[in-house]
């Protein structure tokens, strides 16, 4: 027995899988290689290397055939990885350029902080649209950034290129319309505590009367004054010629005359939406075709003004009269913003909130009394957190200084404003509660056309 169990050691070294069967021979041949079952247990352990050789060389012939078609897309991914690589550095290269060119413009304008705010903002919209790990995401977080930065640019460009004010420097010769009562007045007396050269219109005879000894005891001189309508395009445009015919263009123009309605579309009548389109939106055109050519040619730039309304970028209950046309005044502002720019003339619109003017009580609210005590409590209330018609002048001639597109003249509309295109949902929702509201106090009355 112990020589038969020596035979079998030589194939326990030849084929080590039958290693772990070992167990199984008789009981006296094991009790006898009690001692050198260590060995042959290290034995698999250490002589890995011999065993290796062999039995490596067929995983790894293996792996090589199965590493082939791995290697292979990786050699074909390759190149473009490469030309990945090499777009965002020629992309980085054209960002660089156009960074640094827009950042030295916008710092020479004075806007660097606002400029950085924007880039943070940026950056940290990325970052959050990144971590959702799409790359669809990512593309959308990336265009988005990139052309808030162009966009932004753009206008500060535009706005540098027309930045000249000349209000700013040097005040000549200003028009303003509606000088009589409200914002046009405080702007007038405002303009002539400067030393302006004026030139003033409005409907209200005594009160452009009055309007103009007021500026002379200011210290203004008003060259031109006279009772006209802008609605109608012939008197503007004969106040224009008569004026151009002795003076030189105006360097600022200032669109400030208006009337207001309020109503639902059932209780509005097309007188309504003929005055509020003839006066608010053709009036301030009427100004502009006949006095701003005359500055274009004039090639001394200046500023147009015109003061369209909260109601002009946000959608006040039964507003849509009176919308309709100051939404328009804003349109056309901001497309002569540009127009102009080449030509030196800066461009702003005036989005005032609530003003202590007599328009608050003159209001026209179609189909409800205006009497009613109920409806009065409102207005009443409305005119409790209005700012004065001097607050709302001063506003206005700084952001003529600064050149400024939209001039706010309480912070209220300027949050609206960016409630409205920040979180256009919660706004629409806040603005359909409103007009439940507006509709449940006023109470219209049946249809009255």
């Keep these: ?135 669809a995401a990512d593309m959308i977080a990336g265009r988005l950034v990139s052309m808030t930065f162009k966009l932004i640019a753009i206008t500060f460009v535009a706005g540098l290129i027309g930045g000249v004010s000349t209000y700013g420097t040097v005040l000549l010769l200003s028009l303003a319309t509606g000088a009589a009562s409200g914002i046009g007045r405080a702007t007038a007396l405002a303009l002539a505590a400067q030393g302006a050269e004026l030139f003033l219109t409005d409907r209200d005879a005594e009160g452009l009367e009055q309007i103009v000894a007021d500026a002379g005891a200011l210290g203004g001189k008003v060259r031109e004054h006279r009772v006209l309508d802008i609605a109608d395009y012939d008197q503007v445009a004969q106040f224009a010629a008569d004026i151009h015919a002795s003076h030189p263009a105006m360097d600022v123009v200032m669109n400030i005359a208006g009337i207001s309605a309020w109503g639902t579309v059932d209780q509005l009548s097309h007188e309504h939406w003929r005055s509020m389109i003839d006066v608010n939106l053709m009036g301030p055109i009427h100004v502009i075709e006949t006095f701003v050519p005359p500055m274009v040619a004039a090639r001394r730039g200046g500023n147009l003004v015109n003061v369209s309304s909260a109601a002009g970028i946000v959608a006040l209950p039964w507003h849509s009269a009176y919308s309709a046309s100051k939404y328009g005044l804003r349109g056309l502002s901001e497309v002569l913003r540009f127009d102009l720019a080449r030509h030196r003339i800066g461009v702003s619109v005036v989005v005032p909130g609530a003003v202590k003017t007599g328009l608050v009580q003159t209001v026209q609210i179609a189909g409800v009394d205006r009497n009613d005590p109920n409806v009065q409590k409102w207005v009443d209330r409305f005119a409790g957190h209005a700012i004065s018609p001097e607050a709302a002048a001063e506003k206005i001639l700084a952001g003529v200084r600064r050149n400024r597109f939209l001039i706010y003249t309480s912070f209220d509309i300027r949050a609206l404003y960016a409630f409205k295109r920040i979180a256009w949902w919660p706004y629409s929702v806040a603005m359909r509660q409103a007009n439940v509201i507006f509709s449940r106090v006023l109470k219209p009355k049946t249809v009255q056309r």
């Excluded at 008789?26 to 065993?51: L, N």
């Excluded at 062999?54 to 055939?65: D, I, Y």
Aim: proline residues 14%.
């Design 1 to 135: 027995m112990p020589d038969a169990g020596k035979p079998p050691a030589p194939d326990v070294k030849d084929k080590k899988p039958d290693a772990p069967q070992k167990p199984e021979a008789s009981p006296p041949p094991v009790a006898e290689e009690k001692k050198p079952e260590p060995e042959k247990t290290q034995a698999p352990a250490a002589e890995p290397a011999k065993a290796e050789a062999p039995k490596a060389e067929v995983p790894k012939t293996e792996s090589a055939k199965q590493d082939t078609p791995a290697t292979e897309a990786a050699k074909t991914e390759a190149p473009k990885a490469e030309a990945t690589t090499a777009k965002p550095a020629e992309d980085t290269k054209q960002k660089k350029n156009f960074r640094f060119w827009a950042e030295k413009g916008v710092d020479a304008a004075g806007f660097g902080g606002v400029w950085k705010a924007w880039e943070k903002g940026g950056n940290r919209f990325k970052n959050v649209m990144k971590s959702l790990g799409t790359k």
